[in-house]
């Protein structure tokens, strides 16, 4: 039983050493206010028996007396009922804070493959939706525990002086009705646990319905009525579940708390029969009356604090276990080696599997990417040109063999001087809602109050001409989410600010550049290119195309076919080798003639 009842309430002490370290001298205030809330109510009753007393004896001076006694202690009651809001409403907004800042301060410790695993994601997506409210409900839910068992101790004593079995009859009335809640308080949390992949659906419907990006396609597509009809269908689901289980937990906590009832009124009775054979005088029946039902109140507070502690502590295991989750270790590093290569890029028998995949994405690829060199890769959809990429990039690590940067394996690099010395912009790049300059700067963090550097990166990737068309230059910011005034820019305009961010790791000696210019006319893309290859002089670039015009002016070409290399070779050689790249050459080719 005790290794149980720790394992329900593990989180407990964790949680509130959480609290008391983001608000060490509010968490005091909130204990003192407890205290008080705990021990006045057991004045007011006294308080309220002596003035019985006082009017059947005719003593009006001491019934005055102990009416402003009564009137003092209500008042420090309120004062500190009030006061303990406020701690606690104010300790929860700090909370809330912190707890998102822990989310987020793990989430960028986090390896790609965590947000690529559904089942870590929906860990985090679990540990957000409770993140503002349950550490500060296991504060209050222990505070409030502590305060009702100090309260249910002081009319505990009272009690006892009248009978011990009437004590003993009140607490096992209200175990069954606490019972059941800490049942249902774990079928809750269960539920609420395997539908995660639910909710992020429907939460994703929602996204898609209400926001900016996905208007276009849902009015001209005619998605509205179809997604909406997904959305009400699956959350009428999410509903039906959660009814039945709330009707379900009103019916048991009803009929339950009949039996606790049934205990007082008999304990009532048995009291008010006394007083009527003048065996209990007025003072004591009002006293004990108070003490008897208080007391109940208490003890079923204590138990129903305990059920909802249960559940909160389930919904904190899953923040802990979010913020627990190993981001990049020492673990996945092979034994140092400490041979002898030439500087560059290596790539030894490289292989690589996602996470819970069994297929391999990438398998026996050797290659060496010497210093100074450009290289192009090349392939079909799914043929290992991305994943080659996050491997380079150490967003992920190799299943096996291993990677080398000028001897050196990717994994014991420092991170922070390994992307320093990276300059990347995938297809797929980020359109942040900032200002054009904070766009760009954001490709070198140190350096985005650099205006000088952010001038040349923008000249670099082409995007001048864009930035003088725009009203406030620079400061204009983009995309309207957050302000009106805000200018919405076009794919290929977008394109431009992005390569213009990887110009802004001026010490970068490898660009990597993951189909820049998709978005981009043929036009424009000849004149980034032709300003790319006099800005990477004396640079590693790595680039990823499907446009032969591109590919051809590489120095080295690299076809990938089912995660492995199958042709390399300059443009000419390839073209008299007469495989796939000469193949998918022609086609492309004939396409423009």
């Given at each position: ?14 949680t ?27 004045a ?10 006082a ?6 001076d ?11 202690v ?27 800042t ?22 985090m997506?679990?540990?957000?939706r ?15 525990l ?18 011990g079995w009437?004590?003993i ?16 308080s ?12 639910e ?35 699956l ?15 009103a ?38 009356v ?14 129903t ?14 923040l ?7 981001p ?77 940067l ?5 994994r014991d690099?420092d ?16 359109r ?24 040349r990166?923008?000249?670099r990737?082409?995007?001048?001409d ?54 981009l006319?043929?036009?424009?893309e000849?004149?980034v290119?032709?300003?790319?290859r ?20 590489a ?28 193949t998918?050459?022609?086609l492309?080719?004939?396409?423009y003639?």
């Open positions: 039983m005790a290794p149980r009842l720790r394992n329900d309430f593990a989180e407990v002490p964790r509130l050493a959480l609290v008391a370290r983001t608000s060490p001298r509010g968490t005091v205030m909130l204990g003192l206010t407890t205290l008080a809330c705990a021990v006045l109510p057991i007011v009753a006294y308080a309220g028996k002596r003035i019985v007393d009017v059947v004896d005719s003593n009006v001491a019934a005055v007396r102990w009416v402003v006694v009564e009137l003092l209500v008042a420090l009651l309120a004062l500190a009922t009030r006061g303990g809001g406020l701690l606690r409403s104010l300790i929860g907004s700090r909370l809330s804070v912190r707890v998102n822990l989310i987020l301060e793990k989430a960028v410790t986090l390896d790609l493959a965590h947000f690529e695993d559904p089942e870590f994601y929906d860990r997506t679990r540990a957000r409770e993140a503002s409210s349950r550490p500060i409900a296991v504060v209050t839910e222990t505070f409030q502590l305060q009702n068992a100090l309260t249910l101790a002081g009319y505990v004593a009272l009690i006892v002086h009248f009978s009437a004590v009859g009140l607490v096992l009335a209200a175990l069954p009705a606490t019972l059941a809640e800490l049942r249902f774990g079928e809750a949390f269960r539920l609420r646990n395997w539908r995660a992949p909710t992020r659906r429907l939460n994703y419907l929602e996204h898609v319905l209400a926001t900016e990006s996905h208007a276009k396609e849902v009015s001209l597509f005619e998605l509205g009525p179809l997604l909406l009809g997904r959305y009400e269908s959350g009428e689901k999410l509903f039906d579940e959660d009814k039945r289980l709330a009707v379900r937990r019916a048991w906590a009803y009929v339950l708390s009949l039996l606790a009832s049934g205990a007082f009124y008999a304990c009532y009775g048995y009291l008010a029969l006394l007083a009527a054979r003048g065996e209990l005088t007025l003072g004591n029946l009002t006293l004990y108070v003490a008897f039902r208080q007391g109940q109140l208490a003890f079923q507070s204590v138990l604090a305990l059920g909802s502690m249960y559940e909160h502590n389930l919904y904190m295991s899953n802990f276990a979010y913020l627990d989750a190993e990049r270790t020492q673990a996945e590093v092979g034994a140092a080696r400490t041979d002898v290569h030439a500087p560059g890029i290596t790539f030894e028998d490289v292989g690589f599997r996602y996470p819970g995949r069994e297929v391999w994405a990438m398998r026996h690829v050797s290659i060496t990417i010497p210093p100074g060199q450009s290289l192009a890769l090349v392939g079909q959809n799914g043929s290992g040109k991305t994943t080659f990429i996050k491997l380079l990039t150490r967003l992920y690590a190799p299943t096996e063999g291993r990677i080398l000028d001897g050196r394996d990717l690099w991170e922070h001087v390994l992307h320093r010395r990276i300059g990347v912009v995938f297809q797929d790049f980020n942040y809602q900032l200002p054009l300059s904070e766009n760009v700067g954001v490709g070198s963090v140190p350096d985005m109050d650099d205006q000088d550097r952010i001038a990166a923008i000249e990737g082409g995007a001048t864009l930035v003088a068309g725009l009203p406030q230059g620079v400061a204009t910011p983009l995309g309207r989410q957050f302000k009106q005034e805000g200018v919405e820019l076009s794919g290929g305009q977008w394109q431009k600010i992005a390569l213009a961010r990887a110009f802004m790791r001026e010490q970068a000696d490898i660009l990597v550049l993951d189909e820049p210019t998709a978005a006319d043929a036009e424009a000849q004149a290119f032709e300003r790319f006099q800005l990477a002089e004396g640079r590693t670039t790595i680039l990823v195309s499907h446009r032969f015009p591109t590919v051809r002016t120095e080295r070409i690299v076809v990938l076919a089912d995660g492995t290399i199958v042709e390399s070779g300059d443009h000419a050689s390839l073209l008299a080798l007469d495989g796939r790249y000469a998918w050459f022609r492309q080719a004939a396409g003639a």
